[in-house]
């Protein structure tokens, strides 16, 4: 397993833009595939994006389709989220999700390492 440490949260305006990364520890990052999940108050854990370990293969949920890009830096074992024109509706808490492999699934369970979650808020 890897660990997991979400930071580029924050209050942003509708609108506005913010990004989020995930640094992991572990020599085996490159070989993960990863994924971001968030969770508003209230309502279960929903599916974000998510990249294969090398890049090329991604997934999106429709709600972020055209507003958020999912990429990876796996010299700086690192994995980003650009959220971009934010709405009310994307707040909540968004955690990094690790699992080996080449697949891009969008369960949860799929998924065996976690972050601890960071808080975004949009609001005016």
């Known amino acids: 397993q890897v660990q997991l440490v979400e930071s580029g949260g924050g209050l942003v305006q509708p609108g506005g833009s913010l990004r989020l990364s995930c640094a992991a520890s572990g020599s085996t990052f490159s070989t993960y595939t990863m994924g971001w999940f968030r969770q508003a108050p209230g309502k279960e854990r929903e599916f974000v994006a998510a990249i294969s370990w090398n890049g090329p293969s991604t997934n999106y949920a429709d709600s972020v389709k055209g507003r958020f890009t999912i990429s990876r830096d796996n010299a700086k074992n690192t994995v980003y989220l650009q959220m971009n024109t934010l709405k009310p509706e994307d707040t909540a808490v968004y955690y990094c999700?690790?699992?080996?492999?080449?697949?891009?699934?969008?369960?949860?369970?799929?998924?065996?390492?976690w972050g601890q979650g960071i808080q975004v808020t949009v609001s005016s």
């Open positions: 999700a690790a699992r080996p492999g080449m697949n891009v699934p969008s369960t949860p369970g799929a998924y065996g390492s």
